[in-house]
């Protein structure tokens, strides 16, 4: 995995969401290669410096959330992938997973700032065009967990608007 600051932009404009998301990653990351338990690599995490700039709120949902279900949402990625989750590298395998997350229970997130922060990981810590790969699978993901929502904005409606008819 790359260091934090290669190829990433000016820490002035890292919000405290996308670090979070970075250490997330990170935590993925190090569960995949070490078989760590999710609790002690937590409190590593949380002693690496700049953790305290992370929005330390969302990154304990998004850690609880994607550590627990890592497997089934790797599951629910699969049928988009152009490979076996097996031969994905363990960075865009995390991506996809903190991505798939959020797709799946922040739906106040908007499916394109989702897509988006998690091509922008994949720019920073993953190989050459690794984002590519995130991307087109995240827009398959997300044509089917967020359908409502694609369907809504391409009708003109706001995405919580629901028709009564």
């Known amino acids: 995995m790359k260091s934090s600051g290669e190829s990433r932009s000016p820490a002035a404009r890292t919000t405290p969401r996308r670090r979070a998301r970075e250490f997330a990653l990170q935590g993925l990351y190090q569960r995949q290669l070490s078989g760590n338990s999710s609790a002690a690599i937590r409190a590593q995490i949380a002693e690496i410096g700049g953790f305290a700039k992370a929005d330390v709120a969302y990154f304990d949902a998004l850690w609880r959330g994607a550590s627990a279900e890592f497997d089934d949402l790797v599951v629910l990625c699969a049928p988009h992938l152009d490979r076996r989750a097996a031969d994905l590298s363990p960075v865009e395998r995390a991506v996809l997973?903190?991505?798939?997350?959020?797709?799946?229970?922040?739906?106040?997130?908007?499916?394109?700032?989702?897509?988006?922060?998690a091509v922008e990981l994949a720019k920073s810590y993953g190989g050459t065009d690794g984002h590519k790969f995130v991307n087109g699978v995240l827009d398959k993901l997300a044509s089917h967990v967020r359908a409502v929502e694609i369907a809504a904005l391409a009708d003109g409606r706001s995405p919580g608007v629901v028709d009564a008819a």
Do not use: G, Q
């Not at 997973?97 to 922060?117: G, Q």
């Open 97 to 117: 997973v903190i991505a798939a997350w959020e797709l799946t229970h922040r739906l106040e997130i908007p499916y394109r700032v989702v897509i988006n922060e």
